[in-house]
């Protein structure tokens, strides 16, 4: 798995966040796309998921699945 998040991570806000700041998700593709890391916007010094991009589509997919 690649190298957890640095200063130099670019963060993108989820397209599905809420827009009253209760529900917060943001990613990044970690250094060439070894891995995805995703956090709480709202805590952003806070804890980091970091998931291989096949932890990271089997997330995705239970999430679809499971509303």
Same mark, same amino acid.
């Not at 943001?26 to 998921?49: I, M, W």
């Given at each position: 798995?690649?190298? $957890? ?8 806000? +989820? ?11 943001? !990613?990044? !593709? @970690? ?9 709480? +916007?709202?805590?952003? +010094?806070? $804890? !980091?998921?970091?998931?291989? $991009?096949?932890?990271?589509?089997? @997330?995705? +997919? ?6």
């Amino acid at each position: 798995m690649s190298a $957890p998040p640095n200063r130099e991570t670019r963060w993108r806000k +989820s397209s599905h966040s809420s827009g009253q700041g209760t529900q917060c998700v943001e !990613v990044a !593709v @970690l250094t060439n796309a070894e891995g995805v890391a995703a956090r709480d +916007s709202k805590d952003a +010094s806070g $804890p !980091v998921l970091v998931l291989s $991009p096949a932890g990271w589509r089997g @997330l995705l +997919s239970m999430v679809k699945r499971e509303g």
